[in-house]
């Protein structure tokens, strides 16, 4: 039975639908179906603007007979000949012989490579702006070579100003009864398969594109009729908006698309810490691919969607993963640019990926890579996620502001401020790549709003010399959960001639600042910039704007009672000095010194490196 729609008093759709099929061109999945429409104008002349898939064949002779009645078809349009409109044609000159076929010289040579009927005798070969008059309707032809072959053409009727545009601004998915894009919400059902198709199907001929949207600016236009998809009347803008960016390789969105393949989930696991870590960092508009999975037209369909492209491949066979090498090349091969692009690798015993994935995507224009490269040895170990924070770091810079780390002031929680007592810290600092850090006991709240704080610091502290450069630093509030190693290795050891981060990776991160806070026995941390200091003698008070604060456990804080209660370890017995000597115990490590009568005035602990004033006299 015919299926036809109306579009106005002359002009009908008289196209279908087939949702069976699998694969477009036997490549690109279906899973919304496809529509191949076919427009009939029924004027003093007829005239067929195309015709449909063999797949369809059936509805469409039937809509062609329940609108011609008993009338010829005078004329068929052949904007495009690609068999998925153009494998009808044979049947269509066997059921309506005296019908005369309209091409361009390209079109009527290849309707000769397609079939063997007779074609010089039905055709009528048109140039740029030829036109054919069916009465009312006058029909206009201009060429648009690759859009999306070369013979291709699209077809202006002045008297109705419809622009039949062939495969310019199609889309797959079928057409359920609503054939205007205004019936139906193409943003939320159509965009992303409009997107898809248009970069899987012509992505790579962005300047012919242009060049048929430049003709097109030329006419006024009232409709938009494609071959596949909703038609266009109202709102034209919004789809040629669309194809301007995609057709300039302009990125329609500033977010991050994550592609990766992974054997056996760890280069997998690194995109997904990467992910998070971009996500704390404030980016909204991540989308994610397992290229294994995931057919590699949906994954440059948003690669031509985002700015910023993130490939994560495993080695294999000493190449990249070949569902990765395949998604590169169709990428390369449409010719996608202005992209920022980054790399996560992998190789259990040789990490190849990396600078093989780089070489297929050099040669494509205004392509920036990313300095940082993430490289996993099987699976992602420490020396990786700071390698991964890294990488976040650098995509989130290289964001506009409006998408960079928004999160800092949401990331300022009010409730971590309640930590803050008379306690214990650790104060972080970086300066040059050198991190250090010490224990302080002299932090405060200053201000609500804006966000201040306060800590003392002795200036003999190498971590107050990296301070004093870098003007940041990062607070860690302990609890009565820290250990005693907490304040060995940063209350008893300078940072002068030891590295306190040394072998502490699993009790560590890095703050959005760059500098790292504790995680193991710390409730809260914050990070903040100096805004000035006073010199108090041995210490400098440091006020400072707070930048992030964030509440890590419930663990109560930890008071200096608390301290030598229960975390400072207690000397077995009391010592007792060598005839002639007196004995001193560190206040701050317990170190006992036994080599002195009298403590010179330079004296230093030796273990935890505090002046002579904390060393007390045992009686
Ligand atoms: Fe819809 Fe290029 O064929």
Same mark, same amino acid.
């Given at each position: 039975?015919?299926?036809?729609? $109306?579009?106005?008093?002359? /002009?009908?759709?008289?196209?279908?639908?087939?949702?069976?099929?699998?694969?477009?061109?036997?490549?690109?999945?279906?899973?919304?179906?496809?529509?191949?429409? *076919?427009?009939? /104008?029924?004027?003093?002349?007829?005239?067929? +603007?195309?015709?449909?898939?063999?797949?369809?064949?059936?509805?469409?002779?039937?809509?062609?007979?329940?609108?011609?009645?008993?009338?010829?078809?005078?004329?068929?349009?052949?904007?495009?000949?690609?068999?998925?409109? =153009?494998?009808?044609?044979?049947?269509?000159?066997? &059921?309506?012989?005296?019908?005369?076929?309209?091409?361009?010289?390209?079109?009527?040579?290849?309707?000769?490579?397609?079939?063997?009927?007779?074609?010089?005798?039905?055709?009528?070969?048109?140039?740029?702006?030829?036109?054919?008059?069916?009465?009312?309707? &006058?029909?206009?032809?201009?060429?648009?070579?690759?859009?999306?072959?070369?013979?291709?053409?699209?077809?202006?009727?002045?008297?109705?100003?419809?622009?039949?545009?062939?495969?310019?601004?199609?889309?797959?998915?079928?057409?359920? =009864?609503? @054939?205007?894009?205004?019936?139906?919400?193409?943003? &939320?059902?159509?965009?992303?398969?409009?997107?898809?198709?248009?970069?899987?199907?012509?992505?790579?001929?962005?300047?012919?594109?242009?060049?048929?949207?430049?003709?097109?600016?030329?006419?006024?236009?009232?409709?938009?009729?494609?071959?596949?998809?909703?038609?266009?009347? %109202?709102?034209?803008?919004?789809?040629?908006? %669309?194809?301007?960016?995609?057709?300039?390789? #302009?990125?329609?969105?500033?977010?991050?698309?994550?592609?990766?393949?992974?054997?056996?989930?760890?280069?997998?696991?690194?995109?997904?810490?990467?992910?998070? $870590?971009?996500?704390?960092?404030?980016?909204? !508009?991540?989308?994610?691919?397992?290229?294994?999975?995931?057919?590699?037209?949906? @994954?440059?369909?948003?690669?031509?969607?985002?700015?910023?492209?993130?490939?994560?491949?495993?080695?294999?066979?000493?190449?990249?993963?070949?569902?990765?090498?395949?998604?590169?090349?169709?990428?390369?091969?449409?010719?996608?640019?202005?992209? #920022?692009?980054?790399?996560?690798?992998?190789?259990?015993?040789?990490?190849?990926?990396?600078?093989?994935?780089?070489?297929?995507?050099?040669?494509?224009?205004?392509?920036?890579?990313?300095?940082?490269?993430?490289?996993?040895?099987?699976?992602?170990?420490?020396?990786?996620?700071?390698?991964?924070?890294? +990488?976040?770091?650098?995509?989130?810079?290289?964001?506009? %502001?409006?998408?960079?780390?928004?999160?800092?002031?949401?990331?300022?929680?009010?409730?971590?401020?309640? %930590?803050?007592?008379?306690?214990?810290?650790?104060?972080?600092?970086? !300066?040059?790549?050198?991190? *250090?850090?010490?224990?302080?006991?002299?932090?405060?709240?200053?201000?609500?709003?804006?966000?201040? @704080?306060?800590?003392?610091?002795?200036?003999?502290?190498?971590?107050?010399?990296?301070?004093?450069?870098? $003007?940041?630093?990062?607070?860690?509030?302990?609890?009565?959960?820290?250990?005693?190693?907490?304040?060995?290795?940063?209350?008893?050891?300078?940072?002068?001639?030891?590295?306190?981060?040394?072998?502490?990776?699993?009790?560590?991160?890095? *703050?959005?600042?760059?500098?790292?806070?504790? #995680?193991?026995?710390?409730?809260?941390?914050?990070?903040?910039?100096?805004?000035?200091?006073?010199?108090?003698?041995?210490?400098?008070?440091?006020?400072?704007?707070? *930048?992030?604060?964030?509440?890590?456990?419930?663990?109560?804080?930890?008071?200096?009672?608390?301290?030598?209660?229960?975390?400072?370890?207690?000397?077995?017995?009391?010592?007792?000095?060598?005839?002639? !000597? $007196?004995?001193? /115990?560190? &206040?701050?490590?317990?170190?006992?010194?036994?080599?002195?009568?009298?403590?010179?005035?330079?004296?230093?602990?030796?273990?935890? !490196?505090?002046?002579?004033?904390?060393?007390?006299?045992?009686?």
């Amino acid at each position: 039975m015919h299926n036809t729609r $109306k579009i106005n008093d002359d /002009v009908y759709w008289v196209g279908a639908n087939d949702k069976r099929l699998s694969l477009f061109e036997s490549a690109f999945p279906l899973p919304n179906g496809v529509s191949y429409n *076919s427009y009939l /104008v029924l004027d003093e002349k007829t005239i067929l +603007l195309d015709c449909v898939d063999k797949s369809v064949s059936g509805v469409f002779f039937e809509n062609l007979n329940f609108l011609l009645q008993d009338r010829k078809l005078d004329y068929v349009v052949i904007n495009h000949i690609e068999p998925d409109h =153009g494998a009808t044609l044979n049947e269509l000159v066997l &059921r309506f012989p005296d019908v005369k076929i309209v091409g361009n010289t390209r079109t009527i040579c290849m309707i000769k490579q397609f079939f063997d009927f007779d074609i010089d005798k039905h055709a009528i070969t048109v140039k740029e702006g030829e036109e054919i008059a069916t009465g009312k309707h &006058r029909f206009v032809f201009y060429t648009a070579a690759m859009v999306h072959w070369p013979e291709v053409m699209v077809t202006y009727d002045a008297a109705d100003k419809y622009l039949y545009s062939a495969d310019a601004f199609g889309t797959f998915g079928t057409l359920n =009864g609503n @054939i205007f894009a205004d019936e139906v919400d193409f943003d &939320r059902d159509f965009l992303d398969e409009a997107r898809r198709y248009y970069t899987n199907i012509v992505g790579k001929y962005g300047a012919q594109v242009q060049a048929i949207l430049k003709k097109a600016a030329g006419l006024e236009i009232s409709a938009i009729l494609p071959l596949h998809g909703p038609i266009w009347r %109202k709102n034209l803008g919004s789809i040629i908006e %669309k194809y301007h960016k995609w057709s300039t390789y #302009t990125p329609e969105e500033d977010g991050v698309l994550i592609a990766y393949t992974s054997v056996y989930g760890n280069t997998e696991n690194a995109a997904n810490i990467l992910a998070v $870590k971009l996500a704390e960092g404030g980016v909204k !508009k991540i989308a994610m691919f397992d290229a294994s999975v995931t057919h590699h037209s949906f @994954i440059l369909s948003q690669a031509f969607r985002f700015s910023r492209i993130v490939f994560a491949s495993t080695t294999y066979n000493a190449k990249i993963f070949v569902s990765m090498e395949a998604l590169l090349h169709d990428i390369a091969a449409h010719n996608l640019q202005n992209r #920022t692009v980054a790399f996560i690798e992998n190789g259990s015993w040789a990490a190849l990926s990396g600078k093989q994935m780089k070489d297929i995507l050099a040669p494509l224009k205004n392509t920036t890579f990313l300095e940082n490269t993430v490289s996993l040895k099987s699976s992602v170990k420490q020396n990786n996620l700071t390698e991964i924070e890294d +990488l976040a770091k650098e995509i989130i810079m290289s964001l506009p %502001k409006q998408e960079q780390n928004i999160v800092h002031e949401s990331k300022v929680e009010p409730n971590a401020f309640f %930590k803050i007592t008379y306690g214990l810290f650790v104060l972080t600092a970086e !300066k040059d790549g050198k991190h *250090s850090g010490c224990i302080i006991n002299t932090v405060m709240q200053i201000t609500d709003q804006p966000k201040q @704080i306060a800590i003392a610091i002795n200036k003999s502290n190498f971590t107050y010399d990296l301070i004093a450069g870098s $003007k940041k630093f990062n607070i860690s509030t302990l609890t009565t959960d820290s250990h005693f190693d907490i304040f060995e290795r940063f209350g008893f050891k300078s940072g002068r001639d030891t590295d306190k981060f040394a072998g502490f990776e699993d009790a560590c991160e890095k *703050s959005e600042n760059g500098l790292y806070y504790i #995680t193991r026995g710390v409730n809260s941390f914050f990070s903040a910039e100096v805004i000035s200091s006073a010199d108090y003698g041995t210490h400098v008070l440091l006020v400072a704007q707070v *930048s992030e604060a964030v509440v890590l456990s419930n663990a109560p804080s930890l008071s200096y009672q608390y301290y030598f209660d229960h975390i400072k370890p207690k000397p077995a017995a009391k010592p007792k000095a060598p005839p002639g !000597k $007196k004995t001193y /115990v560190c &206040r701050i490590c317990g170190y006992i010194e036994e080599g002195y009568d009298e403590l010179p005035d330079d004296y230093f602990c030796p273990l935890c !490196k505090h002046p002579r004033e904390v060393m007390e006299l045992q009686v």
